[in-house]
């Protein structure tokens, strides 16, 4: 299948600062990007849409001015965590797809604030 | 609006035996199903897909799962479980109709297999 890098694997930050996460596709154009947030135990929450230069979609109750998604190309997207804080330490998932196609899932980001 | 259920959080089988992960899905339009597995620490990755055709899909490690349209079911399936199938399972539909970006997971579901 095809192979989406999410980088880093995982990262800890001192509360107010802001963490950037990376996720490319590397074997496909992907028309469009998702990123997720997983709580322990528990399945994705789709945190927002992406398509290539345009706005993401944010999904309700996601903040969008501290989770900033850019996605500039067809094999790059990142989020950005503004101000973190403990509560934003999560597991967050990047898949891209394109149309007709299922999902391909990055390996997750563990990110802990401190 | 698209969901799925997946009606069991836990799933234990004894190495050697079949398994099999339920999931039942609620959609406008042609279903787009699929079923991922997650392990650890780690991404989702992609067992199998049905998206039209044979009803009975293939996949990945031996997996394979049966698209029932009366019963709006999309159950996963192995013959012979193993040790190293204990994952997180999770099933998901592609909106087709209204948003075709959008993907909607299951719940998830815990096999493990016992030695």
């Known amino acids: 299948g095809a192979v989406v890098s999410q980088h880093p ?15 490319r596709s590397l ?16 399945s994705l929450m789709l945190m927002a ?10 999904e309700q109750g996601v903040e969008k001015d501290k989770f900033l998604i850019n996605h500039a190309s067809l094999t790059l997207s990142t989020l950005t965590v503004t101000s973190a804080h403990p509560e934003d330490s999560s597991f967050y998932i990047c898949s891209a797809s394109g149309r007709d196609r299922e999902a391909f899932f990055g390996q997750g980001t563990r990110l802990t604030v401190v | ?7 069991e959080d836990q799933v234990n089988v004894a190495e050697g035996n079949p398994l099999t992960v339920k999931c039942t899905y609620s959609v406008s339009g042609n ?7 997650q392990y650890p620490n780690r991404g989702l990755q992609f067992l199998l897909k049905y998206i039209t055709g044979d009803n009975l899909v293939k996949g990945s490690y031996g997996f394979e799962a049966e698209f029932n349209k009366s019963q ?3 159950h996963l399936k192995k013959p012979s479980a193993l040790v190293s199938d204990s994952a997180l399972y999770f099933c998901a539909v592609r909106d087709t109709l209204y948003n075709f970006n959008k ?12 030695p």
Not at chain 2, 103 to 114: D, M, R
């Open chain 1, 9 to 23: 694997s995982w990262v800890i930050c001192k509360s107010g600062t802001s963490v950037k996460i990376e996720c």
């Open chain 1, 27 to 42: 074997d496909f154009q992907a028309t469009t990007m998702f990123w997720y947030r997983q709580f322990p135990k528990q």
């Open chain 1, 49 to 58: 849409t992406s398509n290539e230069g345009s706005k993401a979609t944010y």
């Open chain 2, 1 to 7: 609006a698209q969901s799925v259920a997946q009606p």
């Open chain 2, 31 to 37: 279903p787009y199903l699929f079923w991922y597995v």
């Open chain 2, 72 to 74: 709006t079911s999309f």
């Open chain 2, 103 to 114: 993907f909607y997971f299951g719940s998830g579901t815990k096999l493990n297999v016992k």
